[in-house]
């Protein structure tokens, strides 16, 4: 589940935090649920589905402090992923050049290895087929 404050995205954990700590300081909203009642800027709306997609992988705003963190590969910590991914997050995440993050994306959302290669081969085998009919169209 996640959250959405202040044009940032919160994992469950955060959002509720940060709901908690607004309540302490008297910030609180009548009633979380009436989300129509308060601005996003002021208050977390959510919770959300984690599911939701987005054109590219989304992690929680508290990044390295989110107490659902992800170690990457290079020992650096980022925020929870808090959303799922359209076809052009999909391929936002095939694109991505190969760093830490791209590969904990690719294990994320189960974007395998297997795929970027049948990728890399149609994109491979498509130049080579224009340029046949290309050069046969002249005969
Ligand atoms: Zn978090």
Redo the contacts with the bound molecule.
């Keep these: 589940m996640s959250y959405i404050y202040q044009a940032d995205l919160?994992?469950d954990?955060?959002g509720e935090a940060i709901r908690d700590l607004l309540e302490a300081d008297g910030n609180g909203v009548e009633d979380r649920d009436d989300e129509c009642s308060y601005d996003s800027g002021d208050y977390p709306k959510g919770p959300f589905s984690d599911d939701e997609p987005a054109d590219s992988p989304c992690h929680?705003a508290?990044d390295a402090k989110?107490?659902?963190?992800v170690t990457l590969d290079d020992g650096r910590a980022v925020?929870?992923i808090v959303s799922g991914l359209t076809s052009d997050g999909r391929d936002y995440v095939l694109a991505a050049e190969d760093s830490p993050c791209s590969r904990l994306w690719r294990a994320h959302y189960d974007i395998g290895q297997a795929s970027l290669d049948f990728g890399q081969a149609i994109l491979a085998i498509f130049p080579i087929a224009i340029l046949a009919k290309i050069l046969f169209a002249n005969f």
């Design positions: 919160y994992c954990d955060c929680c508290s989110c107490p659902n963190a925020g929870a």
